[in-house]
């Protein structure tokens, strides 16, 4: 955390200080994500669309309806949350590949919706001209302010996360990954404990869209896609799923390595992919995984 | 005068739905295809192959180079073709697969997806980005059925599915490989107890899947055209098909691989071609929330698997 707050000050440079936005974008998905999946068990191949669904709203809201920032945001979160539950409610009811399948198809719907209503949302192509977060009359636009809002936002949501795993709702949560079957029978009203996390998921990953709309500027649905939302899972897997910060640490790793490998022009595909097979063979339960592993042989030693 | 108008084109609309529909069987076919190659690793393994749709991808490519530069005559690189991707599909098992010990099926999801990036990339660099035609199997004059015309390549496609479907059929209900492999789909351990190699079964699986795909990518060049990154979307679609169909169910994949077809090709010609894509996928979400195991997967077997 104090790391967090010290980086800034050594690293001026904006171009690093805007990865690191962009990671700090990803981590609220990430976290949400990693809650849904790590903790309740629960897949989803769709996240996607919630990031394009606040997105889009904070963007036609602030362009078209002229409203400011801090009330499109608001309303976004809004609006995905109200989606989140009319799709959370048949789709938690599958399990496994069909709940995979479901989500996936969510998120094409979506997208395909994006490019095609075109007047609404400007089609394939997007739309710009979004205006830019003022508070006051500080306008964040600095790649260092967008750095302090995106991280600040972050913590606030991990501390909120993490205070959930801990109370009675993360043990519910646990006991479905667990079995489905056997929370039921003591007594855990499993369906009510999955939609609420997918729904919060649903609207971390609207933040981090209006977050993206505004310190972008600019929209169009490529950034939506379904290799965005297999991304997102990726980050949760690479990183370890049975914990909120293996999430934060796949997010790091998978934010860096595309930057790392910019230098290899084309081979940069065939290095991703074999970074991820190596990961997953050797390292199942994840990054985190090996860090606990290390952890303890330390603690022996 | 109007009156013989109305009555002309509500012919030319009976044809136009005809047309649609046809269109509509071949992609579907190729999606049924897939969506076979899926449920046979799914049986043999409980995993989804997110790289399925990538060996249909490299066996259209195949073709393409095995015809193109290298002037083999169709029915010799046909074969050779599909050898190339199943030795490609045996390679991804024992890399990518085999190395494992008790994995999650969630990893293996991300592994199947590195092994698509992976297949993906080296395409990129075996063909570059381009676009590539191969010539249609036979003559390019389409035949009058009907009111509607019709390739003979779309019936070399038709064709060759009813033959693979029905080789398939016989294969798992006569050879004693066949067999084991459905003893596996019903009791991994149980099938291990009676002396089934389950590890060999596992890689023979993936080698019929590649094939299958490769068979696919094959046929449908002629007329869709083949290029490095067109795997995803047909495996996609493949996937939503053996879902549809009900995971595990060879019968329900060819069924719901035509049924997604046709309903894509009815929504591009009658409505917009801009929700196309979505419109399969709509039918897919309504048929899972009534019935969360697909149209003809059975409930209790699916509550019996852990994915």
């Not at chain 2, 193109?68 to 045996?90: C, H, K, Q, R, S």
């Not at chain 2, 999650?104 to 395409?123: E, N, Q, R, Y």
């Amino acid at each position: 955390m104090l790391g967090l707050v010290a980086l800034p000050m050594v690293m001026r440079n904006p171009y690093y200080l805007g990865i690191m936005v962009f990671m700090g974008i990803y981590s609220l998905i990430s976290i949400g994500l990693s809650l849904l999946m790590g903790y309740a068990g629960q897949i989803s191949l769709g996240h996607a669309a919630f990031f394009a669904i606040g997105a889009y709203t904070s963007g036609i809201l602030t362009t078209k309806a002229h409203l400011s920032p801090l009330p499109a945001f608001l309303a976004a979160i809004v609006l995905t949350a109200c989606i989140a539950f009319l799709i959370g409610i048949p789709t938690l009811r599958l399990k496994g590949h069909y709940l995979a399948m479901a989500t996936l198809g969510f998120g094409q719907i979506v997208y395909v919706a994006l490019n095609a209503s075109v007047d609404f949302t400007g089609g394939p192509s997007g739309f710009g001209e979004i205006p830019r977060i003022a508070l006051g009359n500080f306008v964040v636009e600095s790649q260092l302010s967008r750095y302090c809002l995106v991280w600040a936002l972050v913590i606030i949501v991990l501390l909120f996360s993490l205070n959930l795993i801990h109370s009675r709702v993360g043990r519910a949560l646990r006991s479905i990954h667990s079995s489905e079957l056997a929370a039921n029978a003591m007594g855990v009203n499993t369906s009510k404990y999955k939609i609420q996390v997918f729904v919060l998921s649903a609207i971390y990953a609207s933040i981090a869209g209006s977050l993206y709309a505004h310190f972008v500027t600019f929209i169009s649905p490529g950034s939506f896609d379904l290799e965005f939302s297999i991304l997102l899972v990726t980050m949760v897997v690479v990183g370890g799923m049975a914990n909120v910060w293996g999430a934060l640490l796949g997010t790091v790793l998978l934010t860096l390595l595309p930057e790392f490998l910019r230098g290899f022009k084309d081979y940069d595909i065939l290095i991703y992919g074999s970074t991820l097979l190596l990961i997953m063979i050797f390292m199942p339960e994840g990054l985190f995984g090996l860090v606990k592993k290390l952890r303890t042989v330390h603690g022996k030693t | 005068m109007g009156n013989s108008y109305a009555i002309e084109s509500q012919e030319m609309s009976t044809s136009i739905i005809l047309q649609l529909i046809l269109s509509g069987v071949t992609i579907g076919s190729i999606y049924a295809m897939v969506a076979l190659g899926f449920n046979i690793i799914y049986n043999s393994t409980s995993i989804i192959n997110f790289a399925q749709g990538e060996f249909v991808m490299l066996g259209g490519m195949f073709m393409v180079s095995l015809v193109g530069p290298l002037n083999l005559p169709m029915w010799v690189a046909f074969p050779i073709a599909v050898l190339a991707v199943t030795l490609i599909g045996m390679a991804f098992e024992r890399l990518c697969i085999h190395p494992l010990k008790m994995p999650s099926v969630l990893s293996l999801i991300i592994i199947t997806i590195a092994g698509s990036i992976l297949l993906k990339g080296g395409a990129m660099f075996a063909w570059g980005k381009e676009t590539f035609s191969l010539p249609h199997f036979s003559t390019e004059k389409p035949i009058l059925l009907l009111e509607a015309t019709i390739l003979p390549q779309t019936v070399w496609i038709l064709g060759i599915i009813g033959m693979v479907v029905l080789l398939l059929a016989l294969f798992f209900r006569f050879t004693i490989v066949g067999k084991a492999m459905r003893a596996c789909a019903a009791n991994r351990p149980a099938a291990s107890l009676v002396g089934i190699n389950v590890k060999r079964i596992v890689l023979l699986s993936f080698a019929l899947s590649a094939a299958i795909g490769a068979i696919a990518g094959i046929i449908i060049t002629p007329i869709s055209l083949m290029d490095y990154e067109r795997g995803a979307i047909l495996g996609l679609k493949g996937f939503g098909a053996a879902v549809l169909g009900g995971l595990g169910n060879p019968m329900g994949a060819v069924v719901a691989g035509f049924l997604i077809g046709i309903v894509e090709s009815l929504c591009a010609g009658l409505i917009s071609s801009h929700y196309k894509d979505a419109v399969g996928l709509v039918v897919l979400l309504m048929v899972l929330f009534i019935k969360p195991s697909g149209l003809f997967g059975s409930a209790q077997v699916s509550k019996l698997k852990k994915f």
